[in-house]
C-alpha cells in the first residue's frame, strides 16, 4: 500500500532547462510535504517543504507546488544544473495527527541533469 | 557542529548474529528517527524515540528489533538473528523539539551473509 507514489524512477534534463519531479499521495490526512535530495553513499538532505494550507512554496531555484484537490505535488528546479544530478524522494506527514513526526516517503526518482 | 553521526557505516553479519548500529543525533536535537531502505525502496519508517523513550514503533518488525536512546550516548538499533532479508540501508535522523524536517546522517549499509 504506497501511500506517496513516484511514478517517474528517472528523469533527464539538460542544463539549464526546468527539471520537474512528481510526487502523489493518497492519503488525505497527509498535510505537511517534504522534498529531499540523496547523493550515492549519503544521507537524504532536506529541500523545502510545504504545508497544505499553502499552494506554493519558494527557495531560489526550487519551488514547490501543492494541488490538494488533485492530492498532487511537484517539485520546480529552474534553472537545472549537474550538481543537481541525484535521487529525489518526496515524503509526506499527518502533521496534526499522533504520527506527526513519521515521514511516508516515496520511491524517489533519478534526476539527471546533462551538460 | 558535527551533523547526524552513524557507524559503522558499513557492517557485515553472518545470518543468526546480532547487529548494532549506532546513532549520535545532532547537538541540540532531542528527537531521533530510524529509517530503513531496502533496494530500489524509498524510506521506511521505523520508530521514533526521545531521550528515554520509545514514542513511536509502529514501523518496527515485532520480533528481533529493538531501538533505544538512552539518557546518556547514542541511540542504537538493534537487530537479533539477522537474516538475509534484513540487508538494507539503515539511516538515523534527528530533530530539534519543534520542527517536522529531519537532519539524517549517513547510513550504515547492513549486508547479510
Known amino acids: 500500500d504506497q501511500q506517496v507514489k513516484q511514478n517517474s524512477p528517472s528523469l533527464s534534463v539538460q542544463e539549464g532547462r526546468i527539471s520537474i519531479l512528481n510526487c502523489d499521495y493518497t492519503?488525505?490526512?497527509?498535510?505537511?510535504f517534504l522534498w529531499y535530495k540523496k547523493y550515492p553513499a549519503e544521507g537524504p538532505t532536506f529541500l523545502i517543504s510545504?504545508?497544505?494550507?499553502?499552494d506554493k512554496n519558494e527557495d531560489g531555484r526550487f519551488t514547490v507546488f501543492l494541488n490538494k484537490s488533485a492530492k498532487h505535488l511537484s517539485l520546480h528546479i529552474v534553472p537545472s544544473q549537474p550538481g543537481d544530478s541525484a535521487v529525489y524522494f518526496c515524503?509526506?506527514?499527518?502533521?496534526?495527527?499522533?504520527?506527526?513526526?513519521?515521514?511516508?516517503f516515496g520511491s524517489g526518482t533519478q534526476l539527471t541533469v546533462l551538460p | 557542529n558535527a551533523g547526524v553521526m552513524q557507524n559503522p557505516r558499513h557492517l557485515v553479519r553472518r545470518r543468526g548474529q546480532e547487529a548494532r548500529l549506532r546513532c549520535s543525533p545532532m547537538?541540540?536535537?532531542?528527537?531521533v528517527y530510524w529509517y530503513r531502505q531496502l533496494p530500489e525502496e524509498g524510506l521506511k519508517f521505523m520508530v521514533y524515540?526521545?531521550?528515554?523513550?520509545?514514542?513511536?514503533e509502529s514501523g518496527m518488525p515485532k520480533e528481533r528489533f529493538s531501538a533505544e536512546f538512552p539518557k546518556e550516548g547514542p541511540s542504537i538499533l538493534r537487530i537479533q538473528q539477522v537474516v538475509r532479508g534484513d540487508s538494507a540501508a539503515y539511516f538515523c535522523?534527528?530533530?530539534?523539539?519543534?520542527?517536522?524536517?529531519?537532519?539524517f546522517g549517513s547510513g550504515t549499509r547492513l549486508t547479510v551473509v
Open positions: 535522523a534527528s530533530s530539534p523539539l519543534e520542527a517536522y524536517g529531519y537532519t
Open positions: 524515540l526521545q531521550k528515554e523513550n520509545i514514542i513511536d
Open positions: 492519503n488525505s490526512m497527509f498535510d505537511y
Open positions: 510545504i504545508s497544505s494550507i499553502k
Open positions: 547537538k541540540g536535537h532531542s528527537h
Open positions: 515524503a509526506a506527514s499527518a502533521a496534526s495527527s499522533g504520527s506527526a513526526r513519521q515521514l511516508t
